[in-house]
């Protein structure tokens, strides 16, 4: 029985993380055309209508707004929406957890997180926690955020969306020979996987 029950939840734990993944996919392609399928239907005669409208026009807006994103005017305006949001209790928490989980995978775990390192945030190597240098210069900052010596390091949560960022001094970190992903990897499930063949 015993045994049954092992070869149950490896092929549980092998299937899982796909189904999950396509389960996601296929919810957001899907959401996408239901969406902007409606507003093509209200705008398009309805004999024009070809399924997989909407998801074109959904990657059209995504590209669109990527565009639009550079240009310094919206940019104000886009910050002012996302002010808005950092204001409102609980929406301001998802925003913010998503955006950063977005940000992190658009830039392919590279970009601010640039140095995996050991953390001990406790002023002693007993304790250590794995975290991403985000920033070693504070030139441009609100005084009082940062100061000499120390750098920004982000400290992810195992499983879950978000984390914390330390101003820790230079000397509580230990530099780790790693790659973000396999780094980010490790973390979010507290230690159990480090890269994508791992079979922990």
Do not use: H
């Amino acid at each position: 029985m015993a045994t049954l029950g092992r070869i149950f939840l490896a092929g549980l734990a092998t299937l899982l993380p796909m189904v999950i993944t396509v389960w996601l996919v296929v919810w957001l392609a899907i959401s996408a055309e239901r969406g902007l399928g409606e507003v093509i239907r209200v705008v398009l005669p309805e004999d024009w209508y070809l399924p997989g409208m909407g998801l074109i026009a959904a990657i059209g807006l995504v590209f669109a707004v990527g565009l639009l994103a550079r240009n310094v005017l919206l940019r104000r305006l886009f910050a002012l929406g996302e002010a808005i949001f950092n204001r409102i209790p609980l929406v301001k928490t998802l925003y913010g957890a998503i955006r950063d989980l977005v940000q992190f995978v658009a830039k392919g775990g590279r970009g601010q997180f640039n140095r995996v390192v050991m953390v001990s945030p406790f002023g002693s190597d007993e304790v250590e926690l794995v975290g991403f240098v985000t920033r070693e210069d504070f030139d441009g900052l609100p005084e009082g955020i940062g100061r000499e010596g120390r750098v920004a390091v982000y400290l992810p949560m195992s499983y879950q969306i978000g984390g914390y960022t330390l101003y820790i001094p230079t000397d509580r970190i230990r530099p780790i020979d790693m790659s973000m992903e396999d780094a980010m990897r490790f973390a979010v499930t507290a230690g159990m996987s480090v890269k994508r063949d791992d079979p922990g």
